[in-house]
T-cell receptor, first 114, second 112 residues
Framework: DGGITQSPKYLFRKEGQNVTLSCEQN?????MYWYRQDPGQGLRLIYY???????QKGDIAEGYSVSREKKESFPLTVTSAQKNPTAFYLC?????????????FGPGTRLTVT | GDSVTQMEGPVTLSEEAFLTINCTYT??????LFWYVQYPGEGLQLLLK?????DKGSNKGFEATYRKETTSFHLEKGSVQVSDSAVYFC???????????FGTGTSLTVIP
């Protein structure tokens, strides 16, 4: 089955530690995205990548970093510089061909930093 | 810039009631429009989409019609079930630039 996997489902870290969230897709999509969702809030774009070895900042990139070394993988690192990292993180991908460009989402990772 | 505005929740309905969740958009050109659903603790799932004016997207009893004249894409369902309880997001994308714009989400609770 094609889809997007995010691991782990729940992640706990101490303040001051960097943490990397995994996102893998086997949909052969060119574009991948990271969003942050806070309780009762909508989605805010952190970073996105349209091709391998290239990525752009979204609306809230400060305190985060990404890499795109392979088409199927787009890991997100939450650094100690992120002031309020506890949130639900969603990875998505889309195919830039054809019309519609719908995004497909992974199941999310809930990060708790104490 | 492009944006999506959807009605604020939470919305609480009795089972078998009629559902409308309003969504309006601002965009240059002719965007594609989407409704996504998010169940508790999960990612978003595409519910339906429409790629041009007057298109009607439908899935699982939900419908939405792309109205260019009113820049709207309201979500409707004739008879909701308890299992429809979730958060619903309206979204748009333009066919260039590969950017997505989400509304803030509307929480729906259906009571038996």
């Amino acid at each position: 089955d094609g889809g997007i996997t995010q691991s782990p489902k729940y992640l706990f870290r101490k303040e001051g530690q960097n943490v990397t969230l995994s996102c893998e897709q086997n949909l052969n999509h060119d574009a991948m995205y990271w969003y942050r969702q806070d309780p009762g809030q909508g989605l805010r774009l952190i970073y996105y990548s349209q091709i391998v070895n290239d990525f752009q900042k979204g609306d809230i990139a400060e305190g985060y970093s990404v890499s795109r070394e392979k088409k199927e993988s787009f890991p997100l690192t939450v650094t100690s510089a992120q002031k309020n990292p506890t949130a639900f993180y969603l990875c998505a991908s889309s195919n830039q061909q054809g019309s519609g460009y719908e995004q497909y989402f992974g199941p999310g990772t809930r990060l708790t930093v104490t | 810039g492009d944006s999506v505005t959807q009605m604020e929740g939470p919305v609480t309905l009795s089972e078998e009631a009629f559902l409308t969740i309003n969504c309006t958009y601002t965009a240059t050109g002719y965007p594609s429009l989407f409704w996504y659903v998010q169940y508790p603790g999960e990612g978003l799932q595409l519910l339906l989409k429409a790629t041009k004016a007057d298109d009607k997207g439908s899935n699982k009893g939900f419908e939405a019609t792309y109205r260019k004249e009113t820049t709207s894409f309201h979500l409707e369902k004739g008879s909701v079930q308890v299992s429809d309880s979730a958060v619903y997001f309206c979204a748009l994308s333009r066919h260039t630039g590969n950017q997505f714009y989400f509304g803030t989400g509307t929480s729906l609770t259906v009571i038996p």
